[in-house]
């Protein structure tokens, strides 16, 4: 059997997949943070709600309504982003002209109510979710056996990812948005309707978010915790990054997903820790951030 | 994040001493036991206060050093063989010891940043606390006992340690006063206001921001620790990141920089938890929409409201 640094190959390849995977999940949410923050300069504390809530969607979509995995993947972002076009404009748009701690508060308020929610209607044990039967099964590839559904976790985040990169900093509605970021006033006084673009931006955030919770729905059990348990890393992983570069928080959070799985073949105990004690490095070293503007 | 910085007033001496009499009260109206939760979770939220409503830096963290004083003091009441006062002073020790090192990492961004960083460094002492045997995990350090004050007067009825937490509350909110009117608490109340320009006055705010974490964390650890003394365990749930937020929100519904604020809050996010705690998640529901609502319709809080409509500073 091959080893790299004492570890059979199939486990350190295995473990580099499953990092992966985690890290796809950073990157979709930590991108999404990083779009909402540009745009209404407020922390999404949410997101992780919203994410779970696309896991549930799906679930729901299947087990009321037949509707499998693949018409998810588009009904469930439409769905959540629809839920976050509502609550931008009944409860986050009053909060601009204020301290941005407050946006921090107030969707933390909004995650409690959701999990609650989820919590009271379903309980905490988690519903099971099938993998497509197109997508079950795996491949041999010699040095280790890749299972379908997980190479297509990273493959369609990869490519959601990039699709988000190429319409923010490669076409004119992007640069409308980035426009809009640096001075909305300016670009309103142009014609655009920023209000909207806010909006809608929001909604595209969010629904990133609910794309992501389709895609984890199948790899880990569809419960009330899964959001919050996700949130907490990606604020670390944002941290990390620093929120000023879209491709930045991409980078980072595939590449700390990778690090998370390194450490959990090496020393396993501290695979829940290590992203934190990166971030606690990189704010010795670099406060702002690895790709951070000054802030 | 408005506090009030005008010198103590009598409006003050007057609502101090309400707040007095209504402690020496209230033990015959309600239970006991729910008044030492609301007093020590007081304590958490004016520790919690000082750094938020006072030096503007809100943390999302704070369950951190309510933790691990709850896991310290419990630890020591069980094997030290100490009487009560030692036990949560050590208490507040692990939390500011705990605060130096957080304190030191996190104040190096500010806003939002220094929240999700407070956050992420607080689940980070979750995991650790979760790893090491000396809590003993999903248990917790359980059958705590309540101890002696100064090794003579036993803590063991219901009565004598809400006296002995009332005694710890008062001296806590004395201290908080006395810092935050004291120059140092002014200069906190400066960087809040505009931290360049009290830089540009002389002051080392990196320092007078260190220094006011630690203090935070150290009363946040003297909360824990007596909560810990007060119902004999001390688990995880008080190092969970749901703890931080609960501070945050007795914090926002009593009022932002005030002095009576955290009492207010925590005595309402406490009847609230122990009406509502019959109904499951619904406490989390209800938790969540109270954020919301103060967020949108009484930033400045039940305290702050007071303030503006009766225009006394409390």
Known sequence: ?295 | MRGDVRKPSHDYLVGFLCMLACIVIAPWVLYPLFLMRVLCYAIFVMAFNLLAGYSGLVSFGHAAFFGMGAYAAAWSAKNLGISAEVAVAIGGLAGAALGVVIGWLSIRRTGIYFAMITLALAQLVYFFCVQVPFTHGENGIQQVPRLKLFGAIPLNGSMAMYWFTAGVFILCFLAVHRIIHSPFGKVLQAIRENEPRATSLGHRTKTYKLIAFVLSALFSGVAGGLLALVFGFATLESVRYTTSGEVVLMALVGGFGTVFGPLTGSLVLSAMENYLASFGSWVTVAEGAIFIAAVLAFRRGIIGEVMAKLKVSL
Not at chain 1, 128 to 134: H, L, M, R
Not at chain 1, 262 to 274: D, I, K, Q, R, W
């Open chain 1, 1 to 295: 059997m091959v080893m790299i640094f004492g570890v059979p190959a199939p486990l350190l390849l295995g473990q580099i997949l499953l990092g992966l995977i985690n890290g796809a999940f950073y990157a979709m949410l930590s991108l999404g943070l990083a779009v909402i923050f540009g745009m209404l300069n407020i922390i999404n504390f949410a997101h992780g709600a919203l994410f779970m809530t696309g896991a549930f969607v799906a679930w729901m979509l299947l087990h009321y309504a037949g509707i499998g995995f693949y018409p998810a993947l588009v009904l469930v972002p439409l769905i959540v982003g629809a839920l976050g076009v509502l609550l931008e404009r009944t409860i986050i748009a009053p909060l601009y002209k204020i301290d941005p701690i407050y946006g921090l508060l107030l969707t933390f308020g909004v995650a409690l109510v959701i999990e609650g929610l989820f919590r009271n209607g379903y309980g905490s044990a988690g519903l099971p979710y099938e993998i497509p039967a197109s997508l079950s099964g795996g491949a041999q590839l010699g040095f280790m056996f890749l299972p379908t559904y997980r190479g297509f976790v990273v493959l369609a985040a990869a490519i959601v990812c990039f699709a988000t990169w190429v319409t923010i900093e490669k076409t004119r509605l992007g640069a409308t948005l980035r426009a809009a970021t640096e001075n909305a006033l300016l670009v309103r006084a142009f014609g655009v309707n920023v209000p909207r673009m806010i909006t809608f931006t929001f909604a595209g955030g969010v629904a990133l978010a609910g794309f992501a919770g389709v895609l984890a729905a199948p790899i880990y059990t569809v419960n009330p915790d899964m959001g919050e348990n996700f949130i907490i890393v990606v604020f670390a992983v944002v941290v990390i990054g620093g929120m000023g570069s879209i491709l930045g928080s991409i980078v980072t959070g595939f590449a700390l997903g990778v690090i998370q799985g390194l450490t959990s073949v090496f020393y396993p105990e501290g695979a829940n820790m290590v992203i934190f004690l990166v971030m606690a490095f990189v704010l010795l070293v670099l406060p702002r951030g690895l790709f951070g503007k000054v802030a």
